[in-house]
């Protein structure tokens, strides 16, 4: 299967303060990315997406980056809220095939 | 609408049992996906079904099995459990298949295997 790792396996930050998780993906074909968000007993949600002729797309206090000459992936979290604490997957998708996720990223924010 | 539905949340087993799992997608959806998600590791694709056909496999063993239903319903099946089948199985929809769209998740089958 995909290889999509993450750069690092937790991630604290301070309340109001923005986050980064970055995550790199391995196979050049892939044109579709999402990022997840998993909190506590729950099943992975949906944060934000971007194709491969984009790279940069914003939603709501999140942006993700996509940097295809390095296959790097990062999700923005501006003004990271104690709500946002969670296990975050990026995925990758290759053509005609299935969404690969990375191992997850726990971030914790601090009050 | 409601969203995807797995069913049970959570179940014991004992090594050599076997395990079958249930998941109604959205409706409308035809696609379900299964992954399984243990400690430490991300979600490893088991398989996805769409109008009843298997369109792909994960690198899992013959063990792992599934079906999808006329109505887009689909269960996975473990037998012969081992230990090492202790996992998180998510069933996720979407209305297309092979990843050409969002995949919706369900909150999981907590699968303990003793």
């Known amino acids: 299967g995909e290889s999509v790792g993450l750069h690092l396996p937790t991630l604290s930050v301070q309340e109001g303060d923005n986050s980064i998780i970055n995550c790199a993906y391995s196979n050049s074909a892939s044109d579709y990315f999402i990022w997840y968000k998993q909190e506590s007993g729950k099943g992975p949600q949906f944060i934000i997406d971007i194709r491969s002729n984009m790279d940069k797309r914003q939603g709501q206090r999140v942006t993700v980056l996509l940097n295809k000459t390095v296959k790097h992936l990062s999700l923005q979290i501006a003004a990271t809220q104690p709500g946002d604490s969670a296990v975050y997957f990026c995925a990758e998708n290759p053509p005609r095939n299935n969404l690969f996720f990375g191992t997850g990223t726990r971030l914790t924010v601090i009050p | 609408k409601a969203g995807v539905t797995q069913t049970p949340r959570y179940l014991i087993k004992t090594r050599g049992q076997q395990v079958t799992l249930s998941c109604s997608p959205i409706?409308?959806?035809?696609?379900v996906s299964w992954y399984q998600q243990t400690p430490g590791q991300g979600l490893q694709f088991l398989f996805e079904?769409?109008?009843?056909?298997?369109?792909n496999k994960g690198n899992f063993p013959g063990r792992f099995s599934g079906r999808q239903f006329s109505n887009s319903r689909s269960e996975m099946n473990v037998s012969t459990l081992e230990l090492g089948d202790s996992a998180l199985y998510l069933c996720?929809?979407?209305?297309?298949?092979?990843?050409?769209?969002?995949?919706?998740f369900g909150e999981g089958s907590r699968l303990t295997v003793l």
């Open positions: 409706s409308g959806h035809r696609s």
């Open positions: 996720a929809s979407s209305l297309w298949t092979g990843g050409t769209g969002e995949l919706f």
């Open positions: 079904y769409f109008s009843e056909t298997q369109r």
